[in-house]
């Protein structure tokens, strides 16, 4: 991973990740449920509910919005859903460094680009975040909004 601070300054983090579409709408690959509405998700955790002192995300708890820095980490961790479609979130609140990628309270889709061959997959973006842009060039897409760790590489 970067070495980044362990956490990140709110509204500063732009990040990737990938869906799946069930019934026209976008949703997590691992988490069932409808967790996006109008292209935000708000962490809760579902380990320690009753705990309300417990802090979203917890670097010692799996709860958190998730995200990639990179196109690559994405490919790698989801090739088959990352080849089809990607969004470009924002990363609010509480922002910090997972075992697996970077996760946080709350996040927003800034922005996707979905392959042309996946009709489905553009159908559920307009219709789960509404007004959103979309990208006909992932690459344009993630160069418009660079990461913390993107920004830090290139000077």
Known sequence: MSELPTEIEVGDAYAL???????????????????????????????????????????????????????????????????????????????????????ANAAQIVAWWCAEDAPELVAACAASAPGTRRFFDRDVMIGLYPSPETRNSNG
């Open 17 to 103: 990740r990938t869906f799946k579409a069930v019934d026209g709408r976008l949703t997590s690959i691992v988490k069932r449920g409808s967790h996006w509405e109008d292209g935000k998700c708000e962490a809760i955790c579902l380990a320690r509910p009753e705990d309300a002192d417990h802090e979203v995300p917890s670097g010692d708890c799996t709860c958190g919005v998730y995200a990639f820095w990179t196109v690559e980490e994405l490919l790698n961790q989801y090739l088959d859903f990352a080849r089809r479609i990607v969004a470009v979130v924002r990363m609010d609140g509480l922002t910090i460094e997972g075992s697996n990628g970077v996760k």
